[in-house]
Nanobody
Framework: QVQLVESGGGLVQAGDSLRLSCAASGRSLSGYIMAWFRQAPGKEREYVASIDWSGVRTYYADSVRGRFTISRDNAKNTVYLQMNSLKPEDTAVYYC????????????WGQGTQVTVSS
């Protein structure tokens, strides 16, 4: 099983940018579909974005499309989430996840990184 560690979260103002990183260890990320999820206080975890093994196909939740960009560097075993034009409603704990079954389920999760956007 792959181990995932997120980093890059922090406190920013509305309109600012952040880049989250998800570093993997234990096995190569190539072959895994990777995704970012988030969970705001009092809300259920929600899907944010995902990327196929090659990095060619990316998918986004409507709430972040056009502002967030997911990417991966398989050589570095790392996945990124570039977040621009941040809004207070983006405040959440962001989790990285890996799927070894074409996105049917995500079997590996990181511990999460907090993103707080002030207005």
């Amino acid at each position: 099983q792959v181990q995932l560690v997120e980093s890059g979260g922090g406190l920013v103002q509305a309109g600012d940018s952040l880049r989250l990183s998800c570093a993997a260890s234990g096995r190569s990320l190539s072959g895994y579909i990777m995704a970012w999820f988030r969970q705001a206080p009092g809300k259920e975890r929600e899907y944010v974005a995902s990327i196929d093994w090659s990095g060619v196909r990316t998918y986004y939740a409507d709430s972040v499309r056009g502002r967030f960009t997911i990417s991966r560097d398989n050589a570095k075993n790392t996945v990124y989430l570039q977040m621009n034009s941040l809004k207070p409603e983006d405040t959440a704990v962001y989790y990285c996840a890996a799927s070894g079954n074409a996105g049917v389920s995500y079997g590996s999760w990181g511990q999460g990184t907090q993103v707080t956007v002030s207005s």
